[in-house]
C-alpha cells in the first residue's frame, strides 16, 4: 500500500470515520484497514465483554439470555469467550428472540421474501445453474446408507410423536379428498376380479371399489345391500396363519395393528347400514363355495 494512501486513510480515520467506511471509500480491503491500524497502534480496545456475565464451564462459555417474546431463557454457547460475546450482542441486534420465536415472526408478512417473486430471468438462471446436478449418482439419495438414514430419522420423529400433527393432517386432506371423489382410480386384485366376474355370471349388478366414506370397498352389490371384501392372506395376515407379533414387512405393521385397521373399517361400513362378509384368500383358492353361501345368505331365491 502506498505511503499517500496509508496516510490518508490514518488521517480520516482519527477523524473519527470508521474502518468499513474507510473500506468502502478507498476500496481496500477491510482487513487490511484493521491490520493497518494495528500496526499503528490505532485500534480501539473493545470492553464490551467485560460487561457480560459470561461463565466458563469445561470447554464452553456460556451466556443466558432471555427471549422478549415468550420470556424463556436460552443460551449462546461456544468455545472462545469472544465469539461468545459476539453472538450475543449479534442475537440482541436482531431482536433477542429464541429460535423458536424468531421462526414463529417470520411467517406471512415478517418474512423477509414475503410477497417477493423470482422475476423470469432469475428463474432462467437458477433453472441453467441446477442442471446436470443432483442426478444418478450425484444424488445423496442414491446411496442406500443415506436413504436408510434419512428412512429411520423419520421413522423415529412418526413413532415419537412429533409428527402426529403433520400425520392429522395429511390423512384428514386424504380423507376429504375420497369423500369428494377425486381419488377414482384404484388398485384391483386378480382375485377381486374374479369374484366381480363370477357374481356378474351369477346375473348380479356388481359395484367394485365402491366408496363408503372415506374407505373403498372390493364389490359390492346393491340389490342384497352387501359388500363384500377380498382379503388377502399375506396382505391381512391370516389368523389361521400368522400371529399377531407377526410384522408384516410390507406394511411395517403387526398382524394384530392390522386386525385392528380391518375390524374399524368393517365397523365403518356396518354403522352405514351395510350388509358385511369377508372372503379370505385361503378360502377362495380351494373354490368358489364360500362364495356361494354368501349369497345364499342374504338372497333367498
Known sequence: MKKELIDLILKDYKNGIGSTTLSKKYDVGKQKILKLLKDFQLTKKKDRCKKLNIVKEGELFIIEKICPTCNNKSFIKTKENTTTCRNYYNTIKRGGNCKKCSLELQKGIGNPFYGKKHSTETKKTISE?????????????????????????????????????????????????????????????????EIYNHLTKLGYKVTPSYKIDTK??????????????????????????????????????????????????????????????????????????????????????
Open 129 to 193: 445453474s441446477r442442471k446436470g446436478k443432483a442426478m444418478g449418482k450425484n444424488n445423496s439419495m442414491a446411496k442406500y446408507e443415506n436413504r436408510k438414514k434419512l428412512s429411520e430419522s423419520l421413522k423415529k420423529s412418526w413413532s415419537s410423536g412429533k409428527l402426529e400433527e403433520t400425520r392429522k393432517k395429511m390423512s384428514d386432506t386424504l380423507k376429504n379428498t375420497r369423500r369428494s371423489g377425486k381419488i377414482k382410480s384404484v388398485n384391483k386384485s386378480k382375485k377381486e376380479t
Open 216 to 301: 373403498i370397498c372390493d364389490i359390492y352389490i346393491p340389490k342384497l345391500n352387501l359388500v363384500i371384501e377380498y382379503f388377502g392372506d399375506y396382505w391381512h395376515c391370516n389368523p389361521n396363519k400368522y400371529s399377531e407379533e407377526y410384522i408384516n414387512k410390507k406394511k411395517n405393521l403387526s398382524a394384530k395393528e392390522i386386525w385392528e385397521y380391518d375390524k374399524t373399517k368393517l365397523e365403518l361400513i356396518k354403522s352405514y347400514g351395510y350388509n358385511v362378509e369377508v372372503i379370505w384368500e385361503t378360502e377362495l383358492k380351494l373354490n368358489n363355495q364360500k362364495l356361494l353361501t354368501i349369497i345364499k345368505k342374504y338372497d333367498s331365491k
